[in-house]
């Protein structure tokens, strides 16, 4: 027993459907298979259905039953017509047109009338719409399997895309269309994520480690919609990294600056200040990718990646809303970078506009420091910066402010020169009063 899609011109309303000779099946695709398992069970049925291919003359699609088998065959040059390749509505919306006469119980006959047809149409927009169609979507579905002229058999296009029509409202009276479930479902498609029944995908719009991930490449659009769906900017993944660390160490050029104005603007608002788990904030990770990043130097503009320009750009951006909003700068580590950090990490510093003359509590200036701890590269740092971003910052007379001990840093270099005798060699050098 079959039906067919298309139906010849008959004398009569009720179509005898013939027996046909099976014709040589060809491998059915696995794309196909999927098709038809995510129709059934987006609806908990199982897929007790065959899929067969056939290059049997003049066959589209039908749906029969073959000695207590339920089965789909179709052409694969109709299907070829039929494919969209944008999306997948189309071939699901054949699929679903062909499923609806097994779930109506059409194929236990042996006749179709075009109220059959209108049935199983109207059950495709209904599943259609399950999955997550929307309405022309639905409807472009069924325009490119149903054609314009009705027959005996079949009615028009215009007729089934009412039917279509009807059972997609259906469908979405019974599943609530809310906003978040649309911009989910827009989200989805920006990530690439092809879905079906959407409660087996839908978390993915609210998945922490999947919005990281999207920070890092980065894609400003997809942060938007993690954003509106309420995803917490300052979430932190297995390294402790928010999504600001993540945009900022990204080796793309491209998104970043509008990625970081769209977290900071978020709400709430991302925090440029938070630490992972090495003690690096946002701005400090951009600060060094300014500095560190390979040579020649690479720019955006000519197609580069690792741009420390933009790295620069964005790392005083970030900075100038930390101290707009009061936020705490990590200045309580000013000390221990300059006396045992790296010049990258006492960079964040200097990019922060840290001042050379500030003091602790003994009144040691981050010189007195880098002496104590004979870090001569921050020294470097803190008088000569020059050459990579063409800037130079230096801390005109910081190095003739003494201590509580009346020490200058010369002074205290000088009783650890044998400890650091590059150090002391280094300050020896500079201009004192």
């Not at 503009?301 to 930390?322: C, F, K, N, V």
Request: glycine fraction near 8%.
């Amino acid at each position: 027993m079959s039906l067919a899609l298309f139906g010849a011109l008959a004398p009569a309303q009720i179509h005898p459907i013939q027996a046909q000779v099976i014709e040589p099946y060809v491998a059915v695709e696995e794309t196909d298979v999927a098709f038809v398992e995510r129709l059934l069970g987006s609806l908990s049925m199982p897929n007790n259905v065959e899929l067969r291919k056939s290059d049997a003359p003049k066959l589209s699609a039908r749906a029969f039953i073959d000695q207590g088998i339920r089965v789909i065959e179709y052409s694969p040059t109709f299907m070829a017509r039929v494919r969209n390749p944008i999306n997948d509505w189309a071939a699901l919306g054949l699929f679903a047109h062909e499923l609806g006469h097994h779930i109506a119980g059409h194929t236990l006959s042996n006749t179709t009338t075009p109220a059959v047809e209108l049935a199983a149409d109207e059950w495709a927009g209904f599943v259609l719409g399950f999955i997550g169609a929307n309405q022309l979507e639905a409807e472009n579905a069924v325009e490119n399997y149903a054609p314009i002229l009705p027959t005996l058999t079949h009615p028009g296009r215009e007729r089934r895309r009412t039917a279509v029509i009807q059972g997609w409202q259906n469908a979405n009276r019974q599943i609530p269309v809310t906003a978040s479930a649309i911009r989910c479902r827009e989200l989805l498609d920006v990530m690439g994520i092809h879905w079906s029944w959407f409660s087996e995908v839908g978390s993915k719009c609210y998945d922490s480690k999947t919005f990281l991930g999207w920070a890092n490449i980065p894609n400003p659009q997809v942060i938007d919609y993690f954003l509106e769906l309420g995803m917490d900017p300052n979430v932190r993944g297995e390294d402790g990294r928010t999504a600001l660390h993540q945009v900022v160490s990204a080796w793309k050029c491209e998104g970043m600056e509008e990625a970081v104005h769209s977290l900071l603007g978020a709400s709430p608002k991302a925090d440029p200040t938070l630490l992972d788990d090495s003690g690096m904030s946002a701005i400090g990770l951009a600060a060094i990718g300014s500095i560190s990043a390979p040579s020649p130097r690479p720019t955006c503009d000519a197609g580069g990646w690792q741009d420390p320009s933009l790295r620069y750009r964005l790392a005083r951006i970030m900075l100038e809303t930390a101290k707009i909003r009061g936020l705490d700068l990590g200045y309580y580590r000013y000390f221990e970078v300059a006396k045992s950090g790296t010049p990258l990490e006492f960079y964040y510093f200097i990019l922060n506009g840290s001042d050379g003359g500030r003091v602790d509590d003994e009144g040691n200036t981050a010189l007195h420091h880098a002496v104590i701890g004979c870090n001569l590269g921050v020294m470097r740092l803190l008088f000569d910066a020059s050459g990579q971003l063409g800037e130079t910052y230096m801390y005109p007379g910081a190095q003739n402010l003494r201590n509580k001990r009346g020490e200058r840093a010369l002074e205290l270099a000088a009783e650890r020169r044998a400890t650091c005798p590059d150090v002391h060699d280094f300050l020896e050098q500079l201009i004192w009063d």
